[in-house]
């Protein structure tokens, strides 16, 4: 990989690729990447694709409390979210709750946050989990925080769009249930991507590499987008994009 | 009812009770929490609404909680709750794993006097097959919608705040806070601490009073200066990263968490009033 970009301005271009040119988009907890994706769309689309840092002091506009974002969601007025996870296999099922055999768990981490209903109301979807390997990517979670697909009794008109590591992009095709490899990031090999993933997965014929970022985009990313995500991960403005925000009282 | 300082205010949550918390974001009553501890609160149900960090994280560690309800318990970008991750891997903890919307679902029932309410998404997560107090059943209006979860309506005991503004009549200013009004008006009882008194009646001046709870809904207050800290204050002070992170390295061992609490918490003369 060039030494032109870091590796989490690559994965902030992958994502924001994945956007669409207008709509509503939301980030949760912790999302420091998609966050900053999701700003640097807005900043591309003049506005026109909207952002809420839902747990950001500022670009947040939602007015009515925590519930507001799931009432939203839950009437087909968000049209992106993102999500993570522990562990994430081949159905596209995430576990947020942790490893080994529930409740005690041999891991514990935080929980499932609103997964196991952005899933379901959120029409697309994207996983994101940096780190790509077997510990992650896993043949069958051992908690389902949230399914990947659901039977047809049951209302979905949401769920996975595409996932996005540090070695590729898959899309999910939700009537199959299954993976499709879309793009291998520079320097890595579809063996590779195979040899970290747990579960099976479709591969076309020929895999494309994953553009490196557009530089007039990279520019903009740094000039602008460490100052709007400041104010909800600072440190992360401050480590990856070099912003430093000013002592406030 | 006004309370000269806080360990006084703590008083007021009886042991065992069901005690709703807001988020780490959302104005939280930081001297409360250290208050409660100071207290030996034990027993407790403590729901976050819908996640919590620090607060839960601290009544944890202490040895106050029997029961963590919530739909995740992290201290953000400084990493794992450590209190609650020791606890819930030793077994020592009883955690019910929900989801943050079925958390403020719930929490409306209870505002509309209701005994549950329907949300839609979620069948099919494991988090329902733990949940013996959910019920999945078929659309019983026959919308089409197939089948749908029915949450039973959640009553805090008590809830707590802590808020910007307050006034001698008992109302509570939080803004946008809108969460803090859905705990509010669900709980049985909210106690309130607040930064600076204000000069007048909060429900009088119809830009204040978009974002006051009514003190209808409190049952008594407190001032406490820099009471959120070492959490932030959306318009009057920021998140502490540096302790925060610095908590969550001390605190990975029990006696690492024994330091803080001793210095932190319990060695801390009462917050009172300036």
Redesign the interface.
Known sequence: MSEAYSSEEFLISVITRLLPERGNGAIG??SPIPGAAALLQRELTGGAFRVSLI?G?TNNP???????L?DAA?QGRIDVFFLGGVQIDGQANLN???TGA????????????????????VPRVILFRPEHSRRVFVDKVD?????GI???????P?GPHALVTELCVMSFDRAQGRFRLESVHPGHSVEEVRDNTGFDFDVPDSVPITPEPEPERLDILRAKIGREVAGT????AERVLGYRAKA?? | MTIPDVDALAEQVPDGALLALP?D??FVPMALIRALIRRGVKDLHVLA???SGMAADLLIGAGCVRLME?????L??AG??PS??RA????SL??R??????I??AL?ASEKGVPFMP?????????VK?RDDWKVVDDPMGAG????LLLPAIKPDVALVHAPLADKYGNVWVG???????IAHAAKTTLATYEEIHDGDLTADPVLAAGTIPAMYISATAQVREGAKPL?L?G???ID?DHIRAYAKEARSQEGFDAYLKREVLGRQAEAAS
């Not at chain 1, 659901?150 to 979905?156: A, E, F, I």
């Not at chain 2, 919530?70 to 992290?74: K, L, N, T």
């Not at chain 2, 919608?145 to 749908?148: E, F, H, L, M, S």
């Not at chain 2, 946008?176 to 859905?182: I, Q, V, Y």
Request: proline share 9%; charged share 15%.
């Open positions: 907890a912790a747990h002091i939602f007015t009515d409390g925590g519930r507001e799931f839950g947020l709750v942790g529930y409740p005690s768990l041999d891991r514990r981490f935080p929980g499932s946050f609103g997964s196991a209903y952005m899933y379901f109301t908690f389902i925080s949230a399914p659901s039977p047809p009794d049951v209302h979905r949401g991960y600072p440190d992360f406030s009282a | 988020p974001y959302s609404v819908p996640i919530a739909a995740a318990v992290s953000g970008e794992l709750a609650f991750t819930v891997q030793d077994g009883k955690m794993d929900s989801t943050c919307p079925a403020h679902t409306q949300l839609g998404g979620i069948i099919g997560s494991d988090i733990y919608n197939g089948k749908i946008k806070r809108h969460e803090l009004f859905t932030g959306a009057c002070y920021p990263m």
